[in-house]
């Protein structure tokens, strides 16, 4: 069974930095690609950033591209996603994802199981 909980959401200043956490309860996490969508007032989800279960292979959304990082310890079943020159257009509910494959995917469908969300808000 794999539950998912983010953590770490909160509000900062534009060019402020967080780190969000999704840790899973169950026992294969390990075997889980893992992405971060998120979803603004008003707009539909969109994708963000997503790792494969090794985490040798990262994915990025070109508007959080070298400003995010994904990463991952298996050994505590946590996906981490450290936001670095936060944007007020970042403020969202931030979704963790999990899928049953080697590699991640960018699209919501591409994922089976999803956590509660965590709330960012980025003040200008």
């Known amino acids: 069974q794999v539950q998912l909980v983010e953590s770490g959401g909160g509000l900062v200043q534009a060019g402020g930095s967080l780190r969000l956490s999704c840790a899973d309860s169950g026992r294969t996490f390990s075997s889980l690609a893992m992405g971060w969508f998120r979803q603004a007032l008003g707009l539909e989800r969109e994708f963000v950033a997503a790792?494969?279960?090794?985490?040798?292979?990262?994915e990025y959304a070109d508007s959080v591209q070298g400003r995010f990082t994904i990463s991952r310890d298996n050994a505590k079943a946590t996906v981490y996603l450290r936001m670095d020159s936060l944007k007020p257009e970042d403020t969202a509910v931030y979704y963790c994802?999990?899928?049953?494959?080697?590699?991640?995917?960018?699209?919501?469908?591409?994922?089976?199981?999803w956590g509660q969300g965590t709330q960012v808000t980025v003040s200008s």
């Open positions: 790792i494969s279960r090794t985490g040798f292979t990262e």
């Open positions: 994802a999990a899928r049953r494959d080697l590699l991640p995917g960018k699209e919501m469908n591409d994922y089976d199981y």
